[in-house]
C-alpha cells in the first residue's frame, strides 16, 4: 500500500464543508487531548479554531520544547543547475521562461562549497531543475562526493527518483531529502503542470516513500501555499508524515511550510495564506505531530521568523541565495524565487541567541568509510 488511497479518499471528501462544520466544542477537544487525530487536526486547521490561537501557541511552545529543546537547525542551499524540462507554471524554472540557463562544473561546486563552508554552514542542501540530461544521477553522485568534504549532512531537493537512484545517493553521502507535492488536489495538479516528467501526480507522491526505502535519514515534505485552498493541502501534508512516520519509524520525518514567493513568470497564487494563517498551519501541525521537524525558509521576512520561533519550528535556512553559483559566482543570475529574509549565516546565529536559541550547525556525522574522515 501506498499513501495515495489515502491521499484519494480524502481528497473525495467535501472538505471545504468538513471545515465550516468544525464547532468549537471540537476544537476545545482536540486541543486538550494527550493525542490528536486526522479528525482533531482538521479541527485546528479550521476556521473556528481561530480563536484558540493562543491556546494552541502555548502547548506549541511546550511541546516543541519536550522534544527539541530551544534549538535551531542551521541549513542553507546550492543550487547546482536551473535547466528544466517541465513547465509548471508558477515556478522561475519553468522550460518556457526566457532565464539564463547555468550548470555547475566539478570544479565550480567545489568553488561554491568552499565559499559556503567558509561560513561555518555544515548541513547543505543541494537542488537541481528537472532535466536529467544536465543533472543526472552520476553527475549528482559526483557533486556529492564533492561537497562530502565540506557538509557531514547533505540533503536533495530534485526531480522525483526510483529507489534504487535514491539508494545509490545515499551510499556516497545524501542522508536527507526534500520533495514538495506543491498541491495534493489531484485534480488541480494537471493544470499547474502542464508538460514534463513532474506531470506525473503519483510518481511524485510515493517519492518520498521511495526515499525511505532507499535509506534516507531524513525525509522533508511539504505543499507550496497558495496554489489551492491552504487548509486542504495543509491537511493532506499533515496526514502524509503521519503515515511516513508510523510506517517508517527509523527516519525523521520533516514538513516544510512555504508559501509563494515573486518569480520569473506570470502566475499569481489562487489563494493567499496569511501570516496568521501560517501561523494556524503551524500550530495544528505541531499539535498533531509533536515529533516532526519544521523548517521555515527565507521565503518569510526576518520579522516573521523571529515572531514564530517559540511556536514549532525546528530548522532555518541563512545566506541563502537560489541563483547557481550564487555563493562564489558574480554576474547578473536569475533566482528560482525571490527571498526575504537576506540574512547571513552570522546574523542569524546572532539573532536566534538574542531570542534565547541555540543555532545548530551539525548534530549528526556518519562515520562510513566512503564519506570521508569526519568534518
Given at each position: 500500500m501506498s499513501f495515495y488511497p489515502i491521499c484519494a479518499e480524502y481528497g473525495a471528501l467535501p472538505l471545504a464543508e468538513k471545515f465550516a462544520a468544525v464547532t468549537e466544542d471540537d476544537v476545545r477537544r482536540a486541543i486538550n487531548g494527550t493525542t490528536a487525530s486526522p479528525e482533531d487536526f482538521m479541527a485546528m486547521l479550521s476556521p473556528a479554531a481561530v480563536p484558540f490561537l493562543e491556546e494552541m501557541a502555548q502547548k506549541a511552545n511546550k511541546l516543541t520544547e519536550q522534544y527539541f529543546g530551544k534549538t535551531i537547525q542551521?541549513?542553507?542551499?546550492?543550487?547546482?543547475?536551473?535547466?528544466?524540462?517541465?513547465?509548471?507554471?508558477?515556478?522561475?524554472?519553468?522550460?518556457?521562461?526566457?532565464?539564463?540557463?547555468?550548470?555547475?562544473?566539478p570544479e565550480q561546486v567545489e568553488e561554491e562549497a568552499k565559499a559556503i563552508a567558509a561560513t561555518g554552514m555544515k548541513q547543505l542542501l543541494i537542488l537541481t531543475g528537472d532535466a536529467r540530461t544536465k543533472a543526472s544521477p552520476e553527475y549528482l553522485e559526483s557533486c556529492t562526493k564533492i561537497l562530502s568534504k565540506y557538509f557531514p549532512s547533505i540533503?536533495?531537493?530534485?526531480?522525483?527518483?526510483?529507489?534504487?537512484?535514491?539508494?545509490?545517493?545515499?551510499?556516497?553521502?545524501?542522508?536527507?531529502?526534500?520533495?514538495?507535492?506543491?498541491?495534493?488536489?489531484?485534480?488541480?495538479?494537471?493544470?499547474?503542470?502542464?508538460?514534463?516528467?513532474?506531470?506525473d501526480f503519483h510518481f511524485r507522491l510515493n517519492a518520498p516513500e521511495r526515499a525511505c526505502k532507499a535509506g534516507m535519514r531524513v525525509?522533508?515534505?511539504?505543499?507550496?501555499?497558495?496554489?489551492?485552498?491552504?487548509?486542504?493541502?495543509?491537511?493532506?501534508?499533515?496526514?502524509?508524515?503521519?503515515?511516513?512516520?508510523?510506517?517508517?519509524?527509523?527516519?525523521?520525518?520533516?514538513?516544510?511550510?512555504?508559501?509563494?514567493?515573486?518569480?520569473?513568470?506570470?502566475?499569481?497564487?489562487?489563494?493567499?495564506?496569511?501570516?496568521?494563517?501560517?501561523?494556524?498551519?503551524?500550530?495544528?501541525?505541531?499539535?498533531?505531530?509533536?515529533?516532526?521537524?519544521?523548517?521555515?525558509?527565507?521565503?518569510?521576512?526576518?520579522?516573521?521568523?523571529?515572531?514564530?520561533?517559540?511556536?514549532?519550528?525546528?530548522?532555518m535556512s541563512a545566506g541563502v541565495s537560489t541563483e547557481v553559483g550564487?555563493?562564489?559566482?558574480?554576474?547578473?543570475?536569475?533566482?528560482?524565487?525571490?527571498?526575504?529574509?537576506g540574512r547571513s549565516a552570522a546574523e542569524l546565529c546572532a539573532d536566534l541567541k538574542k531570542h534565547g536559541y541555540q543555532p545548530v550547525f551539525k548534530d549528526w556525522q556518519c562515520l562510513d568509510e566512503h564519506y570521508g574522515e569526519p568534518i
Open positions: 542551521m541549513f542553507t542551499p546550492l543550487y547546482l543547475s536551473n535547466y528544466c524540462t517541465n513547465r509548471c507554471i508558477y515556478c522561475g524554472f519553468n522550460t518556457t521562461n526566457n532565464i539564463k540557463r547555468d550548470h555547475l562544473e540533503s536533495i531537493e530534485i526531480y522525483a527518483m526510483e529507489v534504487e537512484e535514491y539508494a545509490a545517493l545515499v551510499k556516497v553521502g545524501v542522508d536527507g531529502m526534500t520533495m514538495f507535492q506543491e498541491t495534493y488536489n489531484e485534480e488541480l495538479y494537471p493544470t499547474l503542470h502542464p508538460a514534463g516528467p513532474k506531470k525525509v522533508n515534505i511539504g505543499a507550496l501555499l497558495g496554489l489551492d485552498d491552504w487548509r486542504k493541502d495543509s491537511l493532506l501534508t499533515g496526514i502524509h508524515a503521519a503515515y511516513l512516520q508510523k510506517k517508517y519509524p527509523n527516519v525523521d520525518i520533516a514538513v516544510s511550510l512555504p508559501r509563494m514567493r515573486p518569480h520569473a513568470g506570470s502566475f499569481q497564487p489562487a489563494s493567499i495564506a496569511t501570516d496568521r494563517d501560517m501561523v494556524q498551519n503551524m500550530l495544528a501541525l505541531r499539535l498533531f505531530l509533536p515529533r516532526v521537524g519544521i523548517t521555515v525558509s527565507t521565503r518569510e521576512s526576518p520579522e516573521f521568523r523571529e515572531q514564530i520561533l517559540p511556536l514549532g519550528v525546528t530548522k550564487g555563493h562564489s559566482q558574480k554576474g547578473e543570475k536569475v533566482g528560482q524565487f525571490d527571498i526575504s529574509d
